[in-house]
């Protein structure tokens, strides 16, 4: 059974930072790719950023040079750097991981951007 946990979601004021942390735990093997994905209220889930086993990087448009995703050497943890934050970044993020063809995801943590 793999379990992914999100961990570090908050309240922040705009222009703030945040980190948030993924860590997966179980019987997996080497994964292909992982990444975040938001929802913020009304909206359809939305990618934001993943990295894949070479260390190759996406980010959506909206966070470009704002976020930055990375792992650790083992691929078990990851994280989301978030800078500058904005009030339209609120939302519900999830990490995720494909293995395999298969594709994991965490319950998600809360990122509020508010004065």
């Known amino acids: 059974q793999v379990q992914l946990v999100e961990s570090g979601g908050g309240l922040v004021q705009p222009g703030g930072s945040l980190r948030l942390s993924c860590v997966a735990s179980?019987?997996?093997?080497?994964?292909?790719?992982m990444g975040w994905a938001r929802q913020a209220p009304g909206k359809q889930r939305e990618l934001v950023a993943s990295i894949n086993a070479v260390g190759i990087r996406y980010y959506a448009d909206f966070v470009k040079g704002r976020f930055t995703i990375s792992s650790d050497n083992n691929k078990r943890t990851w994280f989301l750097e978030m800078n500058t934050l904005e009030p339209g970044d609120t939302a519900v993020y999830s990490c995720?991981?494909?293995?395999?063809?298969?594709?994991?995801w965490g319950h998600g943590t809360q990122v509020t951007v508010s004065s």
């Open positions: 179980g019987s997996i093997g080497s994964p292909d790719f």
């Open positions: 995720y991981q494909n293995v395999r063809g298969n594709q994991y």
